[in-house]
């Protein structure tokens, strides 16, 4: 008898190693090998690639490259490297020993990636919370204020109405409640920093006073950062990755609370008007590590920063499956993913709904799909039903109660 095992991380493979009683020193020596991984490499000049396929068939990894390389026919080529994460760490080691600057840098990118997805905790830890979600999940339910998102526009942008909708996501079992002062649907304006003042500030004072709960704000406005954070606000959603207000990163980093970054290609009102990638998932980490590097340089603990690939900004259809798909891809940063799928317009269009508001099935495939890919924090509208069927995901994955 035999069985097909699928080991996708070092827990699991040291998992599988104790079941069988492997000695504790061993299992440090064999663990990396059960976790294998392909790396695509783009660009390569053919000397490149064919010193990078001599390193690392010397190392038993595979390396698959265009055909014509070896003779030098083929100039640029793509490579794909394949093969247990023990080797790649070596093939990274003697990368950095090249004479070529390219593969000295393909050395330190292989490094970090490894790093990332092998030893990442992924942490979120701002003010005095820690949450270890490297397998776990945090529903993050949405709080409209506005009188035109693209779902529920008007239902809660009176006081009233929104402390009512934030008593309703706490009982249906909301981790945290993010409030929304401007709507980012595609196609719309920019909302002016008195009016989305004037629409959040309320209710973020009304809800920290009434409830017990984590409040975020979706606003890329340093200006009503620094407000919401002065009244007891813990966690900052940014759509624009640090690009729409250059005074955001300082607010940020004078602050401790938890830090949402997202990608987005354009602005809410251009950004689907033809959004093209050479390299989607490659496109998105670029965007990550200029991300995380501003953030460093301005002294913010990593720890505290949560990465979003920004599900319908700036991407068409088959975009947004794709990074559903490959949600692992940005796992190589070590920090947990936030996805926001809720009712969005791909799910219209793949199941034929017009209307928003029916589109709760397709969303809760959507999230479970990408919790099951590696994504750990979701923005949903309809919490109560993602806080079931994500409590039965993790429960098969983890294979207990």
């Known amino acids: 008898m035999i069985e097909l095992l699928r080991i996708d991380d070092l827990d699991r493979a040291k998992a599988e190693l104790r079941k069988i009683g492997v000695d504790r020193i061993a299992i440090g020596l064999m663990d990396k090998k059960a976790v294998c991984y392909a790396v695509r490499v783009f660009g390569c000049k053919f000397y490149h690639a064919n010193i990078l396929k001599q390193e690392a068939l010397s190392l038993g990894v595979d390396a698959a490259v265009e055909k014509d390389v070896i003779t030098a026919k083929t100039q640029i080529t793509d490579c794909l490297i394949m093969g247990d994460a023990k080797r790649l760490i070596k093939l990274a080691e003697k990368l950095k020993n090249q004479n070529f600057e390219f593969l000295r840098e393909l050395s330190e990118q292989l490094k970090k990636a490894l790093s990332g997805v092998l030893e990442g905790g992924f942490v979120w830890k701002f003010k005095d919370r820690v949450f270890e979600l490297k397998n776990n999940y945090l529903i993050m339910g949405i709080l409209n204020v506005t009188p035109d998102s693209f779902s529920d526009g008007g239902e809660f942008n009176s006081l009233d109405a929104a402390l009512k909708r934030t008593e309703q996501l706490i009982q249906e079992g909301a981790d945290i409640i993010d409030v929304g002062g401007?709507?980012?649907?595609?196609?719309?304006?920019?909302?002016?920093?008195?009016?989305?003042?004037?629409?959040?500030?309320?209710v973020v004072e009304a809800i920290k006073e009434r409830f017990d709960v984590l409040v975020s704000v979706d606003t890329y406005k340093s200006k009503v950062a620094e407000e919401v954070l002065n009244r007891g606000v813990e966690i900052i959603n940014d759509i624009s990755g640090l690009d729409f207000d250059d005074k955001l990163l300082d607010v940020l980093s004078n602050s401790d609370c938890g830090i949402v970054e997202m990608h987005i290609k354009g602005t809410p009102k251009d950004m689907q008007k033809n959004p093209t990638y050479e390299h989607l998932l490659g496109e998105i980490n670029d965007k990550f590590e200029e991300i995380?590097?501003?953030?460093?340089?301005?002294?913010?603990?990593e720890q505290r920063v949560v990465l979003d690939p920004g599900i319908g900004f700036g991407k068409r259809f088959e975009d947004n499956l794709s990074i559903l798909n490959h949600i692992e891809s940005?796992?190589?940063?070590?920090?947990?993913?936030?996805?926001?799928?809720?009712?969005k317009s791909f799910i219209g269009a793949v199941l034929g709904i017009d209307n928003p508001q029916d589109r709760l099935f397709g969303t809760v495939a959507s999230n479970v799909a990408a919790f099951i890919r590696g994504a750990s924090i979701f923005r949903v509208h309809d919490v109560k039903a993602h806080k079931e069927a994500l409590r039965i995901a993790k429960s098969i994955i983890d294979e207990n109660f």
């Not at 995380?292 to 603990?301: A, E, M, Q, R, T």
């Open 182 to 202: 401007e709507s980012t649907r595609p196609g719309s304006e920019f909302v002016s920093l008195d009016e989305e003042l004037r629409r959040v500030v309320p």
């Open 330 to 343: 940005f796992k190589v940063w070590g920090r947990p993913i936030l996805i926001g799928t809720s009712r």
């Open 292 to 301: 995380l590097s501003k953030l460093k340089s301005s002294n913010v603990d």
